[in-house]
C-alpha cells in the first residue's frame, strides 16, 4: 500500500481515445477492450509488466504510474513503437474516422497516490500535456494512429541523448498552455497510412534550427494543418512539416 503522504518520482504516461464520444455504444465498448489489449501486448513485447502499472481508468483514458525499476528510453521508445504498431494491426481503413486512434502524454515527476487518485504534479502536468491543443490538433488534422507528446525534460533526458533509436529531429517542440499550467512539450506522430498532404508545406523551405528550439530543428512554431504521417512508410518512420502555429 501507498504512503499518500509520501510522494515519490515514477515515470507516468496518459492515454486518450480520439473521437471516442462520438460513436456510438458498442462501438465504444469495442475500442475500449481493444485500447486495453493494445496497451497490455505493447507493454509485454517491451518487457514491461502491465500487472505492476497503478491505473487510474475512465472509459476512452488512462493515466499510469509505473514502478520504479521501469526504463524510462524503453517506455518511451519501445513501448510507444509497439503501441503504434498494435494500431496498424487493428486499423484496417484508410478512413481516419474509422481508426483507434490515441494521444499519448509520458512525464516523469513527483506522485502521490491519494484515496481517490493521483494528486501531485506529475501526474496533472502529465494530463495537462495530453490535453495540448497542438497535439490535439495534430491528430485531428492528419492521418497517423498516435500523436504522442513528451514533457520537456524528458526529451532531454532520453531523446537528445539518443536512446535506443531514438531521434530528435522526429519530435517537433511546442509550447503548451492548458488552465493553470504552461511548459513545453515535443510532439511525435506514429502510424497510419500518411495520405493526407499539403503542398503549400511541401514546397516551402525547410525551417532551420534556432537556439530557442534547443537544436532540434523545428522551432516552436508549427502549422497543424500541415503535420503528416509519412507517406505510408512503415510505423515510426515519420515526417512533419511546419509552419505558423495554429490553435483551435
Same mark, same amino acid.
Not at 514502478?67 to 494491426?89: G, S, T
Not at 511546442?174 to 493526407?196: A, N, S
Not at 516551402?204 to 537544436?215: D, K
Given at each position: *500500500? ?6 515519490? %518520482? ?6 486518450? *481515445? ?5 460513436? %456510438? ?24 509488466d502491465r500487472s505492476a502499472w497503478y491505473?487510474?481508468?475512465? &472509459? ?22 509497439e503501441l503504434a504498431n498494435r494500431l496498424?494491426?487493428? +486499423? ?23 484515496? +481517490? ?31 504522442? /507528446? ?41 502510424? &497510419? ?9 511541401? +514546397? ?9 528550439? &534547443? ?8 502549422? /497543424? ?22 490553435? %483551435?
Amino acid at each position: *500500500m501507498h504512503d499518500p503522504d509520501a510522494p515519490v %518520482r515514477r515515470l507516468v504516461s496518459a492515454v486518450d *481515445m480520439h473521437a471516442y464520444s462520438g460513436r %456510438r455504444a458498442f462501438q465504444q465498448v469495442d475500442f475500449q477492450r481493444t485500447l486495453i489489449d493494445a496497451l497490455d501486448a505493447a507493454a509485454a513485447q517491451s518487457g514491461l509488466d502491465r500487472s505492476a502499472w497503478y491505473l487510474q481508468e475512465q &472509459g476512452d483514458a488512462e493515466v499510469a504510474v509505473l514502478p520504479a525499476d521501469a526504463p524510462e528510453p524503453v517506455v518511451v521508445a519501445d513501448f510507444v513503437r509497439e503501441l503504434a504498431n498494435r494500431l496498424a494491426r487493428v +486499423n484496417h481503413s484508410p478512413d481516419p474516422a474509422e481508426r483507434l486512434r490515441l494521444r499519448v502524454a509520458i512525464h516523469s515527476g513527483m506522485v502521490h497516490f491519494g484515496r +481517490n487518485g493521483l494528486p501531485g504534479p506529475a501526474a496533472v502536468d502529465a494530463c495537462r500535456l495530453l490535453d495540448a491543443p497542438a497535439l490535439k490538433a495534430a491528430l485531428r488534422d492528419g492521418d497517423a494512429d498516435l500523436a504522442l /507528446i513528451l514533457s520537456d525534460g524528458l526529451f532531454r533526458d532520453v531523446v537528445s541523448p539518443g536512446y535506443r533509436g531514438l531521434r530528435a529531429v522526429d519530435f517537433t517542440r511546442v509550447e503548451v498552455t492548458v488552465k493553470e499550467f504552461t511548459g513545453v512539450g515535443h510532439i511525435r506522430l506514429l502510424g &497510419g497510412p500518411g495520405t493526407r498532404r499539403d503542398p503549400e508545406r511541401e +514546397n516551402a523551405p525547410a525551417t532551420r534550427p534556432s537556439a530557442e528550439s &534547443g537544436g532540434t530543428g523545428h522551432g516552436t512554431h508549427l502549422s /497543424i494543418g500541415a503535420w503528416s504521417s509519412g507517406g505510408g512508410d512503415a510505423i515510426g518512420r515519420d515526417q512533419i512539416n511546419h509552419g505558423d502555429r495554429h490553435v %483551435r
